[in-house]
């Protein structure tokens, strides 16, 4: 709760002073409770470097490498058998798998990207063919890269 102070008994409104939010008082709180000169932090500090030790150890031993690495192995082979499963279920049932839905956004982006390209394109052109109809002249229009920025003639 705020502190309440009032100003020499005068009858003013009570200054309120804002206590730090939840977060900043858990941190403080941390940081007390484990500081390197207390008994939680000591102990903490003692854990932290023997743990550190053991999974330096556990790290460099070959035998648990092999086996880590094959239960990973196994792991990621069902995963991808599952999904296989699961998308022969979803063409049995002619419904889209999660793959082709992918697909189908990745190709959704591209003609996105292209029709944005063609825009700019577009609006170049229009651009030159007003300037000209404002100039009063017959504007050549130049053809474009496929970037959209205009082709000068010029070798580069």
């Given at each position: 709760?705020?502190?309440?102070?009032?100003?020499?008994?005068?009858?003013?409104?009570?200054e309120?002073?804002?206590?730090?939010?939840?977060?900043?008082?858990?941190?403080k709180?941390?940081?007390?409770?484990?500081?390197?000169e207390?008994p939680?932090?000591?102990?903490?500090?003692?854990?932290?470097?023997?743990?550190?030790?053991?999974?330096?150890k556990?790290?460099?031993?070959?035998?648990?490498?092999?086996?880590?690495?094959?239960?990973?192995?196994?792991?990621?082979?069902?995963?991808k058998?599952?999904?296989e499963?699961?998308?022969?279920?979803?063409?049995?049932?002619?419904?889209?798998?999660?793959?082709?839905?992918?697909?189908?956004?990745?190709?959704v982006?591209?003609?996105?990207?292209?029709?944005?390209?063609?825009?700019?394109?577009?609006?170049?052109?229009?651009?030159?063919?007003?300037?000209?109809?404002r100039?009063?002249?017959?504007?050549?229009?130049?053809?474009?890269?496929t970037?959209?920025?205009?082709?000068?003639?010029?070798?580069?």
């Amino acid at each position: 709760m705020a502190k309440e102070t009032t100003n020499g008994g005068s009858g003013a409104q009570p200054e309120r002073r804002k206590q730090p939010k939840l977060l900043t008082r858990v941190v403080k709180g941390l940081g007390h409770w484990l500081g390197p000169e207390t008994p939680t932090g000591k102990a903490f500090v003692a854990a932290e470097k023997g743990m550190t030790k053991a999974f330096d150890k556990l790290g460099s031993n070959e035998r648990y490498l092999n086996l880590v690495g094959g239960v990973l192995n196994r792991a990621l082979r069902t995963r991808k058998a599952y999904v296989e499963a699961q998308e022969n279920w979803l063409h049995l049932l002619r419904l889209p798998t999660s793959t082709e839905m992918d697909d189908l956004r990745e190709e959704v982006r591209d003609v996105k990207n292209q029709i944005e390209a063609l825009s700019s394109q577009l609006e170049l052109v229009v651009e030159a063919l007003e300037k000209g109809r404002r100039e009063g002249q017959g504007v050549e229009v130049g053809r474009t890269n496929t970037n959209g920025s205009a082709t000068t003639g010029r070798p580069s």
